[in-house]
């Protein structure tokens, strides 16, 4: 096989699957270690890849790649919507207590379920520093709604800041559902900004059980800044069953894994 036959199927592998390893791609094309770091290199320097420790990820999984709520918003929809149901299930027929929502795409549309119905019967007060999810919830009926204030960033319309942690930090609610941009097994929960990290430590720190909701797409992503480690975590919510080194670090933080 030459080379620019080898690279394309490589690129191939990194566009479906986010990421790929040396050691996997030397055995799949039957050729040395050294080669494989050549063909990445070359795929480096064209744009297509960022070589990473042990392998390559995808472009786009920059540790600072952030899209807007807009952009996101139209990505695995589908996905996101049946982990937002089942995050309304996980609340069962009835919470007495606080619910604190986190912000993204999939925390939005947790707040899109419980505007619309059918949520919880119980006393529910639902706590967010995301402007969207405040928007959704205002005079949702059933419903006690709290705004986290601070300087909001335009590109996650969420309240950032030292205020924002303040506020947070001085709360006790009973769940939280938290969306993050990557999980990893050594890593952890992490995001690409540094304020907004700082707000979901602090998020996480308060709640009494942590939701993480993320789909597939976050697996294996290491952003620049890491907020949480799987330890922390109670539950994550997802679209796919996890495997290899991210299963087996999820298995040993006793995290239960719930696909919806």
Known sequence: MYATERQQQIEQLIATDGRVAVLDL???FGVTTETVR???AALERVGVVRRVHGGAVHRTRASTAEASVAERSV???GSKQ????AAVDLLGSELDGALYLDAGTTTGAIAQLL???PH????LEVV???????HTLAGAQGIGLTAIGGRVRGLTAAAVGAQTVEAISRLRP???FIGTNGVAAGFGLSTPDPDEAAVKRAIVASARRIVVVADADKFDAELLVSFASLSDVDVLLTDTAPSGVLAEALREADVEVQIA
Do not use: E
Request: net charge neutral; charged share 25%.
């Open 38 to 40: 050549r063909d990445l």
């Open 128 to 134: 967010t520093h995301s402007m969207s999810v405040a």
């Open 26 to 28: 030397a055995d799949r």
């Open 115 to 117: 505007a619309t119905g």
């Open 82 to 85: 049946n982990i937002a149901r």
């Open 120 to 123: 919880p019967a119980g006393d």
């Open 174 to 176: 009973d769940i939280a």
């Open 75 to 77: 990505q695995r929809s």
